[in-house]
């Protein structure tokens, strides 16, 4: 008996590629890129305002370009410089060109379009753009469609986004239910990919990340203890990996609730990490001497630091501080004069500094207001878009 050779043979099994591929859905969402789901973006901003208001005559105030205009610029010179009107603008007319099936791409330039609104301080438009994002993915149809989306394609970064509407709105317990729900599903998540360990590290730097969003809010509102607990359990992991920058951060947080016992310990920690850097250690003990009072020790250790790093503006911040409190106010001024001299676009956009800066030409005399002028001129010339005007101490009305 021959064998039949020309029998028919089963087809081959499908293959898990094949049954990945058949249960993506086919997301097509016009509906993101729609010219009316975005606001227009005002012309001017907060220093153009203190520019007309206190200097004069016109000439003597520095060209600001607040008109947004972003084709002459790369990307990378536009962050460095940030310029946020004109990347939000970019995001916008990208976001209108794009095809609407290119869903990774259009979420992507939501995500940077929400960021620069919410960098220049718009944050009513801010809310306003991301309730009209969210109100088009939730519409989503069927739900197995929805689903997909929002596990596999939507940027966790506009799901943060998305629960800051809620402080902004002066929700505050609302914001943190808010993030209490994306730990959890970061936990969640985190169990469910242990087996995987790309998707098991990624799901536990998110939950980090979230942690210490919960923890900057809760200090915020002076809860420092469970602010500090809350970050403890993540300075040193289970597998012996430690990390001395958020140690360093968890004392920090105990210093400003006033507890300088648990702050000593933690700074005692990381200085006997090995895997902490010098700057960082000699940074925690002179905190730690300023928050004793040995104002003397904390400004020599500053010092210190700043002469191998003349560009550590930090502590020269923080050396300021240490001298006003030895009473030499007129020191503290140049030191913060000459980091401003020497590198006005670094120094232009910490907030902190330029507050520091205008308090002591205030406590220094009663003409501290025409050096807070040219402070003005200053930063208008270097500061690029965003910035907390409230810094210079200059009232608006």
């Known amino acids: 008996m021959t064998p039949n050779v020309?029998?028919?043979?089963?087809?081959?099994?499908?293959?898990d590629s094949d049954d990945d591929e058949d249960d993506i859905p086919d997301l097509y969402l016009p509906g993101l890129v729609i010219p009316t789901m975005f606001?227009?973006?005002?012309?001017?901003?907060?220093?153009?305002?203190?520019?007309?208001k206190y200097i004069y005559p016109p000439e003597?105030?520095?060209?600001?370009?607040?008109?947004?205009?972003?084709?002459?610029?790369?990307?990378?010179?536009?962050?460095?410089?940030?310029?946020?009107?004109?990347l939000a603008k970019m995001a916008r007319d990208r976001i209108v060109s794009s095809d609407p099936a290119d869903l990774n791409l259009i979420l992507g330039l939501w995500h940077l379009r929400l960021s620069c609104l919410a960098r220049l301080r718009l944050f009513n438009q801010?809310?306003?753009?991301?309730?009209?994002?969210?109100?088009?993915?939730?519409?989503?149809?069927?739900?197995?469609?929805?689903t997909y989306l929002f596990e596999r394609i939507l940027p966790f970064e506009l799901e943060v986004m998305q629960t800051r509407l809620k402080y902004w709105a002066g929700d505050h317990m609302g914001y943190l239910d808010a993030l209490a729900a994306l730990?959890?599903?970061?936990?969640?998540?985190?169990?469910?990919?242990?087996?995987?360990?790309?998707?098991l590290s990624m799901w536990k730097e998110r939950g980090a990340r979230v942690a210490l969003i919960i923890a900057t809010q809760m200090a915020e509102m002076k809860e420092y203890t469970a602010a500090a607990r809350l970050l403890e359990p993540i300075c040193a992991q289970a597998d012996g990996i430690t990390n001395p920058a958020l140690r360093s951060a968890v004392a920090r947080i105990y210093l400003q609730g006033g507890n300088l016992e648990m702050a000593a310990k933690h700074f005692a920690e990381v200085e006997?990490?090995?895997?902490?850097?010098?700057?960082?250690?000699?940074?925690?003990?002179?905190?730690?001497?300023?928050a004793e009072g040995n104002w003397k020790e904390s400004s020599d250790l500053l010092r210190g630091m700043i002469d191998k790093d003349n560009e550590d503006y930090v502590a020269v911040n923080n050396l300021a501080v240490a001298l006003l409190n030895q009473g030499k106010m007129q020191e503290a001024i140049e030191v913060l004069e000459s980091a401003l001299k020497s590198s006005p676009s670094s120094v232009v956009v910490a907030e902190p500094f330029l507050f520091n800066l205008s308090t002591l030409y205030?406590?220094?005399?009663?003409?501290?207001?025409?050096?807070?002028?040219?402070?003005?001129?200053?930063?208008?010339?270097?500061?690029?878009d965003g910035l907390k005007t409230t810094c210079l101490k200059l009232p608006t009305n």
């Open 183 to 199: 730990l959890r599903k970061c936990k969640v998540n985190a169990k469910q990919g242990k087996t995987d360990g790309s998707i």
């Open 39 to 52: 606001l227009p973006i005002p012309n001017t901003d907060p220093l153009t305002i203190l520019l007309n």
């Open 126 to 146: 801010t809310a306003a753009e991301c309730t009209n994002l969210f109100s088009v993915l939730n519409s989503v149809d069927p739900p197995e469609s929805r």
């Open 6 to 15: 020309n029998k028919d043979v089963p087809p081959p099994p499908i293959s």
């Open 60 to 86: 003597s105030r520095p060209h600001r370009d607040v008109t947004g205009d972003w084709q002459h610029s790369d990307f990378h010179t536009l962050v460095m410089t940030n310029s946020w009107r004109a």
């Open 362 to 384: 205030e406590l220094r005399s009663n003409i501290g207001f025409e050096s807070k002028r040219q402070l003005l001129v200053e930063v208008s010339k270097w500061s690029g």
């Open 272 to 290: 006997a990490d090995s895997t902490a850097d010098s700057r960082q250690k000699k940074m925690n003990s002179a905190l730690l001497a300023s």
